[in-house]
């Protein structure tokens, strides 16, 4: 475990893999320190967000590591018990024989491994309800296009390195696109506002 | 955004409105001119990163939470954040209000009014916000606070992921709420003014200082950096001496903080401030301490900035 500064709003830990980010995320939620007023997991770190005007940042750094690791076995994290959402997608992305040449897959091939896949939603982040998917199993890397689109509409759903992920809205962005999918991924009014939070549960459907 | 209730409730915006107080939120300012830009801010909606949602807020925290202890308001009460003035307002009611932060002209109806202090406007009276000669961001507060409609539990307009209210317009009205307890006894609160020409803001190294070259740092903290016109409530963008790095490794994305001074491949530094994105895929080689980052808030393109070494605390 690295603790790097952020001046005084904030800690962000780097750890050996998501594995260890996810259980000191689970253990710091279960008990923040006094000061802490978010967390924030991402592919290796975690960072520990702190009021300034209310928070020791050497203290929450020796909390921080002092902390036992909550280990849930399996890959499972936080909120593993959660029910699985069920995407269904048109296999029609305009990236697809671009990631069957990188992965080695027949179209058909990739689609049969994104849709055989248990995916968990590791982390947030680049948009509201944009997810970070990991797959058991899913060992591939796919590196993102060279060009980044200027436009990637609402739905599409992507890879790049070993993530997965749904655009919540139309934005730009670079990842490889395999499909999309009607499925709504965020709204305000909802209750929680995204579908794809950390710890859910994600299985794609083949939609025709 | 307009208050509509029940009979009874509309009765009472009735007498709400004739006492300019009352117990439910009822119009109380009219946007003439928005200005150059015009949103609502309160302290943002820190917690919800892990769904991709930043916290926002005003960008100058101080400044807005001085409006509010200014007509006792709780601190946290929703205001109007306008960026270089030019901002017209119309007095549904009688209202008591206070403009904090980039100092700037006022006038009240046909009288001149006071930054850092508590006015009053009568119904019928418009307030008007000039172009303030230093600073970038001022903050109009109302006794009740904005009574605006909450997303994730805060009224803020974040203009990167487009939450919160729409960025105000010329016939937006904005409810009031109730005036809280009696006003404080101070009407004045003194207040440093912004710099003219060049900001010094104190800086620590970052958690990716060790990507760059040895002498990137010092170079960022002996230099000085220009404000460009391509800067927004999400970052100030940079002009000045290229921050090279030691590695074109890529980072995998990890959460950024306010203050950060994250450096894409310009090789030229973004000083984040509220709209930041909540995770980014560049390394940052400095965060601006908190209290600073209000003061670079208030920096308007063209302006020399200057980084120096923040002494730990």
Do not use: K
């Not at chain 1, 710091?28 to 991402?42: F, K, M």
């Not at chain 2, 008591?96 to 932060?101: D, I, R």
């Amino acid at each position: 475990m690295r603790v790097l500064p952020c001046a005084d709003v904030g800690l962000l830990v780097e750890l050996d893999d998501l594995d260890a980010v996810r259980a000191l995320h689970a253990a710091l939620e279960a008990d923040p320190p006094p000061g802490v007023i978010d967390l924030v997991p991402a592919a290796r770190t975690l960072l520990v967000r702190l009021d300034p005007d209310t928070s020791d940042p050497e203290r929450v750094e020796h909390a921080v590591r002092r902390v036992r690791p909550l280990r849930t076995g399996g890959g499972a994290v936080p909120g593993s018990d959660a029910p699985v959402v069920e995407i269904p997608v048109l296999y029609d992305g305009a990236d697809l024989a671009e990631v069957a040449r990188l992965t080695g897959l027949s179209e058909n091939g990739v689609v049969a491994a994104h849709t055989g896949t248990e995916w968990t939603v590791a982390f947030g982040g680049f948009a509201p309800g944009f997810g970070y998917l990991t797959g058991a199993g899913w060992s591939f890397d796919v590196p993102r296009r060279a060009e980044p689109r200027t436009v990637v509409p609402e739905g599409a759903v992507g890879l790049a390195g070993v993530f997965s992920g749904v655009y919540p809205r139309s934005s730009p962005g670079g990842w490889q696109l395999i499909g999309h999918t009607r499925t709504r991924l965020w709204s305000v009014e909802a209750d929680p506002p995204a579908l794809l939070r950390p710890g859910v549960r994600v299985r794609f459907l083949e939609a025709t | 955004m307009t208050g509509t209730g029940g009979g009874a409730s509309n009765a009472a915006n009735e007498s709400a409105r004739a006492a300019g107080t009352g117990p439910v939120p009822a119009p109380g300012l009219e946007i003439v001119s928005p200005g150059p830009s015009a949103t609502v801010q309160d302290l943002g909606r820190p917690g919800w990163a892990g769904i991709g949602v930043g916290a926002s807020g005003a960008a100058d925290r101080g400044a807005l939470r001085l409006a509010n202890r200014l007509l006792g308001n709780a601190e946290n009460d929703a205001a109007v954040e306008v960026t270089l003035g030019g901002f017209t307002a119309w007095a549904c009611r009688d209202l008591v209000v206070a403009v904090t932060g980039a100092p700037c002209p006022v006038t009240i109806g046909h009288r001149g009014g006071a930054v850092n202090t508590v006015l009053r406007l009568r119904a019928g009276e418009r307030l008007r916000l000039g172009t303030p000669a230093r600073g970038l961001r001022s903050y109009v507060a109302v006794r009740g606070g904005l009574a605006v409609s909450r997303v994730l539990g805060s009224a803020s307009t974040d203009v990167l992921s487009g939450l919160g209210p729409d960025p105000l317009r010329a016939g937006t009205v904005l409810d009031v709420g109730p005036a809280p307890g009696p006003l404080p006894s101070i009407g004045f609160a003194p207040v440093p003014l912004p710099e003219p020409d060049e900001l010094v803001l104190r800086a620590v190294p970052g958690p990716r200082a060790d990507w760059f070259e040895p002498d990137a740092l010092e170079t960022l903290l002996t230099r000085p950096y220009m404000v460009s016109a391509e800067s927004n409530r999400v970052g100030i963008r940079l002009d000045g001496p290229e921050l090279t790095r030691a590695s074109a490794d890529e980072l995998p994305s990890e959460a950024m903080v306010p203050g950060a001074l994250q450096v894409p491949p310009s090789s030229r530094p973004t000083l984040f401030l509220a709209d930041h994105p909540v995770t980014g895929g560049y390394p940052v080689i400095a965060v601006v301490v908190a209290a600073d980052v209000d003061r670079a808030a208030q920096a308007r393109p063209g302006m020399r900035l200057r980084f120096t070494h923040a002494p730990p605390r």
